[in-house]
């Protein structure tokens, strides 16, 4: 079983939709949770944190359900600029080595 | 400059040359990593170093070399390389605190893409 896994895609999604990507981990004992976004020939950079509770940051919201392993992310209202590749991460044994999912593609289109 | 830079961007070389790539962070953090990522395929953690210490190596072949001089510098030195070490390396940093039991936010350079001849 993959530490961190994502469904690759990809979305394909109108302008406006509302879309979802859940990821899944294997470590139990992860504690740090992120959601990174990768475009096209870019450096992947932080699109927000997941906290225990949940966490909204305007049309996006990240949720984490320890119980299951996984974590999700819901984007809002989807402009054209969303299109991108999300990137799962959770700590993995160590407790600063960030391990990443291959990513789901997301394309919005008008 | 802010962020992280690496250099080059773009590098080609042939399976016998020596090359390094350079990283440098201005954000005053304590720790910085080389990713590997190929194309289709999640990023892959090389290197650690934490407080200027190595402390993981990802079981990376020995023609990669890293060198972590001080904290805001970080060198990969490359040698004999394959074909199919033809990837984006990824450079970041982070500010990691000691007993912590999270990892911390990273941050990337642009990546240098490295094509093997």
């Known amino acids: 079983r993959k530490e961190v896994e994502q469904d690759p895609g990809p979305f394909n999604v109108p302008e406006g939709a509302t879309v979802a990507f859940n990821c899944t981990y294997s470590n139990s004992a992860s504690q740090s949770f992120f959601w990174y976004r990768q475009d096209c020939r870019k450096e992947p950079k932080l699109l927000m944190s997941?906290?225990?509770s949940g966490n909204e940051d305007g049309r996006f919201t990240a949720q984490l359900n320890r119980a299951s392993q996984y974590i999700s992310l819901l984007i809002r209202d989807s402009k054209l600029s969303d299109s991108a590749t999300y990137l799962c991460?959770?700590?993995?044994?160590?407790?600063?080595?960030?391990?990443f999912g291959s990513g789901t593609r997301l394309l919005v289109r008008p | 400059e802010t962020g992280v830079t690496q250099t080059p961007r773009h590098l080609v070389m042939g399976m016998t040359n020596k090359k390094s790539l350079k990283c440098e962070q201005h954000?005053?953090?304590?720790?910085m990593y080389w990713y590997k990522q190929s194309a289709k395929k999640p990023l892959e953690l090389m290197f650690v170093?934490?407080?200027?210490?190595?402390?993981e190596n990802n079981s990376v072949p020995s023609r990669f070399s890293p060198e972590c001089p001080n904290s805001s510098h970080l060198f990969l030195h490359l040698h004999t390389l394959q074909p199919e070490d033809s990837a984006l390396y990824l450079c970041?940093?982070?500010?990691?605190?000691?007993?912590?039991?999270?990892?911390?936010?990273?941050?990337f350079g642009a990546g240098s893409r490295l094509t093997v001849l």
């Open positions: 991460v959770v700590n993995g044994r160590s407790s600063y080595k960030l391990i």
């Open positions: 954000l005053g953090h304590n720790a």
């Open positions: 970041a940093s982070s500010q990691e605190e000691e007993g912590s039991s999270g990892a911390n936010v990273l941050t």
């Open positions: 170093y934490n407080f200027k210490e190595q402390t």
């Open positions: 997941v906290y225990s």
